[in-house]
């Protein structure tokens, strides 16, 4: 790769990065086997947009991006779209040993948008084609569709739903979400006011992880909290 630091202000920052290993390079680590990585960023060295794109063995990751690493917000923008990726691979050399992510097969679309004065947005799309179980090492979530919009300091859930499922063919229940938040933009929790509301569809416990307790959970749960020293849950089927 290349890269280049303009000595005048506002400090450009032109740069391009490339990587490749071949698929029977048994000296890597499985998850750097396989792999091409190319990488072009532009800006300056205060608010850089990035373009990648990731191959590693059958998954795909492109993404946009825009990074301000001296702003309270580093990532303030980002799209990305992914097939089949692997966050036990994907996350391997982030982790220390001992520490594993759950594999997985994620397919779909992230979307981000925190900037100043415009909407903002966070976005998840993505279905995962080999579910299972916690205790297997993998993650019980078959679709995931969250959408949160915001203005100023509050938030809203426009739609949360995530489909559970213990493996590829059976179900272990449904789980959506509701609510709002409020006071971000005024600092500190006891600034905050929000609520939200859970919906558990045949939830099974047992089927997220063996060792959970067999029950089939249905019904609501909401949380409220109020600014100061007022906060509140309740229940109820």
């Known amino acids: 790769g ?13 740069a391009r990065a490339a990587a490749r290993s071949d698929a ?7 998850w750097a086997r396989a792999l091409a990585l190319d990488a072009q960023a ?11 794109r990731l191959a590693m063995q059958n998954q795909r990751l492109d993404l946009q991006a825009r990074i301000s690493p001296f702003d309270a917000l580093p990532l303030p923008q980002l799209d990305a779209r992914f097939e089949r990726l692997d966050l036990a691979q994907l996350l391997a050399p982030l982790l220390g040993p001992g520490s594993a992510a ?4 994620l397919s779909g679309l992230a979307r981000v948008q925190l900037g100043s004065g415009t909407p903002l947005l966070l976005h998840l799309a993505a279905q995962n084609a080999a579910p299972g179980g916690w205790d297997t090492g993998r993650l019980p979530l078959r679709d995931a569709d969250v959408l949160l919009r915001g203005q100023g300091g509050r938030w809203s859930v426009e739609r949360a739903t995530l489909q559970l499922a213990a493996d ?3 179900p272990a229940g449904r789980l959506s979400a509701s ?3 409020d006071g971000l933009d005024r600092g500190g929790l006891a600034a905050l006011s929000g609520e939200a509301t859970l919906m558990l569809d045949a939830l099974r ?11 089939r959970l249905s019904g609501p749960l909401t949380l409220r909290h109020a600014p100061a020293t007022t906060a509140g849950a309740a229940f109820g089927a």
């Open 2 to 14: 290349e890269a280049t630091l303009g000595a005048d202000a506002p400090l450009p920052l032109p």
């Open 24 to 30: 029977d390079a048994t000296r890597l680590p499985a």
């Open 42 to 52: 532009r800006g300056t060295l205060t608010q850089i947009d990035l373009q990648a």
């Open 102 to 105: 759950p594999g997985t097969e």
């Open 168 to 170: 590829a063919r059976t």
């Open 179 to 181: 609510g709002w938040l």
């Open 205 to 215: 416990p047992d089927l997220l992880d063996r060792r959970g307790p067999p029950l």
